[in-house]
């Protein structure tokens, strides 16, 4: 496939501000999860796309690039949906394990307790 009517120096400070904001991003990326924020992945994933998208518009012209947001908004929001209910229904499982957990270890404490001030 041949490319027509290319600006290589367009496509180069494109593909360079691609890469710079890939290598930004991640770095945001990494110390957000330090700071131990979760469901963080479909929005990092939305952001990422939609920032690559907007930096090919100099390549690829508005119009293109508009109707591949359009294409990736229609497969991505069913995704996002999807995974925000399920990190919502893994953290809500963790709270009632957790709380069970705590419940249980003060029952056994004060089990423990009781059996010290009977004997």
Known sequence: MQFKDV???TLGWSLGAALAF??????LVRW???RGLEGQTAWSVVI????TLLTMIPVFG???VVLMFCFF???GTPMVVEYLLRVQD???KDRK???KLAKDFLNDAESANRQKHLQ
Do not use: D
């Not at 990422?48 to 920032?51: N, P």
């Open 90 to 92: 893994e953290m809500q």
């Open 22 to 27: 890939g290598i930004l991003y991640s770095a």
């Open 73 to 75: 908004a229609a497969s």
């Open 48 to 51: 990422g796309v939609s920032f």
């Open 97 to 99: 394990n957790a709380q």
């Open 32 to 34: 957000v999860s330090k």
């Open 62 to 64: 508005i119009e293109r």
């Open 7 to 9: 600006v290589w120096t």
